[in-house]
């Protein structure tokens, strides 16, 4: 590979165009980003069930006071998080956990840092009636909103006569999610013989095997998308919803995809940065103490695993009565 490289002209090495090596030896279960997430039978994608799953995402009407949307937790220019230690909510309220991204949300085995949701349909469900997000009383009191808003129409363009529901909302807009995926990573690009590693980032790739980070953050997802213990903080993770023993303080692994982006970390946002991230990990879950340059390596090979973020055009909301739409509560 290095001789290929050393034969190029220099000005196609510049241009970052020309690495053309075999696909390298990856860590077992290692690969690039599968081109699309599972697809539930009963929510197939439609061009304008996407685009009605936009128009809600970025809907501020979807909230009891009108001014916040998903986008206002899951930033879709900013890597699809709000970078809060914990989100802010209804009536300026902060909830009891960070939020995790959006982006490739349409992979992980389950919904939320405990799980809680089975998918994201059944998750979208979640904040328009939660009391500290958006605050909604009823799934009744969403749906008559979106229908004085006029979003009768494009429902039953998508689902047929009938089709403003609580239901084919979620559907809508966990169609649009599935869109929200980040491939060509520098990794990628490098599992597909297209791209080099920088040398930290080797290093930091073949130190996570070695100490057994790999054991969870496994697979093309680096989550094996399992449940594990992590012994950190009050939250009680799990337990709280299945109510056993063996539950506590069990999360989903996180993917490290894009997670030089998504600062601050954890389930409960207490850690400002990546390199204190990986310290706290090798510690609390492999009792291992890393030296300031394995941490270094780590992050340099957890900043490859940056996508490209999708391209969202910003949809057109539907406003009827030509004015912006006025709340009190
Ligand atoms: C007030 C901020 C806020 C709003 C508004 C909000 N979310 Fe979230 N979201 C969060 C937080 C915080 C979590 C994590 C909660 C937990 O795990 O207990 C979360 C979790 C999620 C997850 C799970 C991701 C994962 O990795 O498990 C998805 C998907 C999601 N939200 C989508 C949405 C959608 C769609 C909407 C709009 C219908 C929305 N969110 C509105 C803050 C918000
Ligand atoms: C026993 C399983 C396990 C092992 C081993 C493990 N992790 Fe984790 N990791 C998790 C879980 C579970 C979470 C979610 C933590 C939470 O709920 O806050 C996580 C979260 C993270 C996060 C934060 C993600 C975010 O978005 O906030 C990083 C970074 C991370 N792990 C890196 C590592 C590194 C580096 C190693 C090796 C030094 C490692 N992990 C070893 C299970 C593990």
Known sequence: MKRALVMMPAALIWAGVAFAGAPPKLPAGFGPLPEQPPIPKDNPMTKEKIELGKMLFFEPALSKSGHISCNSCHNLASWGVDHQKTSIGHRWQRGP????????????????????????????????????????????????RLRALGYEPYFERVFGKGGLTYDNMAKAIAA???????????????????????????????????????NCHNGPLFTNNE??????????GRK??????????????????????????????????????VRIMA???????????????????LKTLTGEP???????????????????D
């Open 97 to 144: 956990r960070n939020a995790p991204t959006v982006f490739n949300a349409a992979f992980w085995s389950r919904q939320f840092w405990d799980g809680r949701a089975k998918d994201l349909e059944e998750q979208s469900k979640g904040p328009p009636v939660n009391p500290k997000e958006m605050a909604f009383a009823s799934p009744k009191e969403v749906i008559k």
């Open 176 to 214: 649009f999610e599935r869109t929200l995926l980040t491939p060509n990573s520098l990794f990628d690009r490098f599992a597909r013989g297209e791209a080099d590693l920088p040398p930290a980032a080797k290093r930091g790739m073949k130190k996570v095997v070695e100490i057994g980070c790999t």
């Open 227 to 236: 449940f594990m213990p992590f012994y950190y903080g009050d939250d009680p």
């Open 240 to 277: 709280a919803i299945t109510g056993k023993e063996e539950d506590d303080h069990v999360f989903r692994v996180a993917s490290w995809r894009n997670v030089a982006m998504t600062a601050p970390y954890f389930h409960d946002g207490s850690v400002k940065t990546l390199e204190e991230a």
């Open 283 to 301: 510690r609390v879950q492999l009792g291992v103490e890393l030296s300031d340059r394995d941490v270094a390596d780590i992050v340099a090979f």
């Open 310 to 328: 999708p391209k969202v055009e910003v949809p057109r909301l539907p406003r009827p009565a030509g004015v912006a739409p006025d709340y009190r």
